[in-house]
């Protein structure tokens, strides 16, 4: 096989495969199809010998794109609600210091890990950040990325159908698409921005970007309406390649060995976010679905994804998951110093 073809064949494979999945969740009706048909398609290939990769400036042009929609559900009107998020904030504050807690303790009480390995393998979010901390000395290196992406591939097939369930009858009506011209000129630009922060240390730049020209586009009245669904729905499958082939670098054996702390860890998290987002709830009046996507312990790429999928309040989503990003940033050191012997 010429070298070409020979260094193409795992991108081609994995987008294939995720493809397929994702057309096969679509066609069955699931929540956010296209993301977990993929995800789950290449993450199943990618603990056999089959070799999978997914480019990274592909994974980020996706990651503009989803980006590009949930910026266009932000209107000046929404703008003004930002203050009075300021209690459903500080519940996730609240919600992200316990979820570590609970986890780490789990993890290092009923499976005897070490306190670095516990706290940077639970941190609900920022894993690129856990698993640079673990390269540097802090913690067991597979250890964290294998329970990271654990949770990451079960609570993408997870939250969808449980969102559902809590709040079947609260998904918005899609709005018309923004054409090929703007949407073109948003993707460049975002791209461009994107990978400019993403060198600076900006995480997930892509994503942030691409919300943020989308909002300004949106509110100046310079664009209308999210990116074309087929759009979307491509950029689901590459980012559900993305998550699944990660696991390429995993061997089964170790997989399974943590496959019960890997679970715990998520349950414990989901049962932490779900009485958070319960409590917001009660005091805020938000749709208790939407809440709970905005807390989710999962990636912010994977559960922005989501939320736009479901059609929930993309701006609400997406301010939450980054403020999610923001607060571990500084949340994960404390925890470290707390814990050391």
């Known amino acids: 096989?010429?070298?070409?073809?020979?260094?193409?064949?795992?991108?081609?494979?994995?987008?294939?495969?995720?493809?397929?999945?994702?057309?096969?969740?679509?066609?069955?009706?699931?929540?956010?199809?296209?993301?977990?048909?993929?995800?789950?398609?290449?993450?199943?290939?990618?603990?056999?010998?089959?070799?999978?990769?997914?480019?990274?400036?592909?994974?980020?042009?996706?990651?503009?794109?989803?980006?590009?929609?949930?910026?266009?559900?932000?209107?000046?009107?929404?703008?003004?609600?930002?203050?009075?998020?300021?209690?459903?904030?500080?519940?996730?504050?609240?919600?992200?210091?316990?979820?570590?807690?609970?986890?780490?303790?789990?993890?290092?009480?009923?499976?005897?890990?070490?306190?670095?390995?516990?706290?940077?393998?639970?941190?609900?979010?920022?894993?690129?950040?856990?698993?640079?901390?673990?390269?540097?000395?802090?913690?067991?290196?597979?250890?964290?990325?294998?329970?990271?992406?654990?949770?990451?591939?079960?609570?993408?097939?997870?939250?969808?159908?449980?969102?559902?369930?809590?709040?079947?009858?609260?998904?918005?009506?899609?709005?018309?698409?923004?054409?090929?011209?703007p949407l073109a000129l948003l993707v460049s630009t975002a791209l461009s921005l994107g990978l400019w922060g993403s060198r600076m240390g900006i995480p997930a730049a892509c994503l942030l970007f691409g919300m943020l020209l989308s909002a300004g586009a949106h509110v100046?009245?310079?664009?209308?309406?999210?990116?074309?669904?087929?759009?979307?729905?491509?950029s689901f499958i590459i980012t559900g390649a993305a998550l699944g082939a990660r696991l390429t670098s995993i061997k089964l054996s170790k997989l399974m060995q943590l496959s019960g702390a890997g679970l715990l860890l998520v349950g414990s998290a989901v049962v932490v976010s779900l009485c958070f987002a319960g409590i917001t709830h009660v005091f805020t009046g938000l749709p208790l679905a939407q809440i709970w996507i905005a807390f989710a312990p999962g990636g912010v790429e994977a559960m922005a994804a989501i939320g736009l999928a479901l059609g929930y309040d993309p701006a609400y989503v997406a301010i939450h998951h980054f403020a999610r990003i923001l607060l571990l940033v500084i949340l994960i050191p404390i925890c470290l110093r707390r814990f050391d012997p």
Do not use: Y
Not at 12 to 32: D, I, K, Q, R, Y
Not at 45 to 72: E, K, N
Not at 220 to 234: D, E, H, I, R, T
């Open 220 to 234: 100046a009245g310079l664009a209308q309406g999210p990116a074309p669904v087929w759009a979307v729905n491509a």
């Open 1 to 181: 096989m010429p070298p070409l073809l020979s260094k193409l064949k795992p991108h081609v494979v994995a987008l294939t495969l995720g493809g397929g999945g994702g057309v096969l969740a679509l066609g069955l009706g699931l929540p956010a199809a296209a993301l977990i048909g993929s995800t789950l398609t290449v993450a199943v290939a990618a603990v056999t010998p089959i070799s999978l990769a997914v480019h990274q400036r592909l994974r980020d042009l996706a990651f503009c794109v989803i980006g590009i929609s949930l910026g266009a559900g932000v209107e000046a009107e929404a703008l003004s609600q930002i203050g009075a998020w300021s209690v459903s904030l500080t519940m996730l504050l609240v919600c992200l210091w316990t979820t570590l807690m609970t986890g780490a303790l789990l993890l290092k009480r009923l499976f005897g890990m070490d306190s670095d390995t516990a706290i940077l393998a639970t941190s609900p979010g920022t894993m690129s950040n856990a698993i640079a901390l673990a390269l540097e000395g802090r913690g067991d290196a597979t250890t964290i990325l294998i329970l990271q992406m654990f949770r990451l591939l079960v609570l993408v097939s997870v939250v969808p159908p449980v969102a559902m369930l809590l709040d079947a009858d609260g998904i918005f009506l899609p709005m018309a698409s923004m054409g090929l011209l």
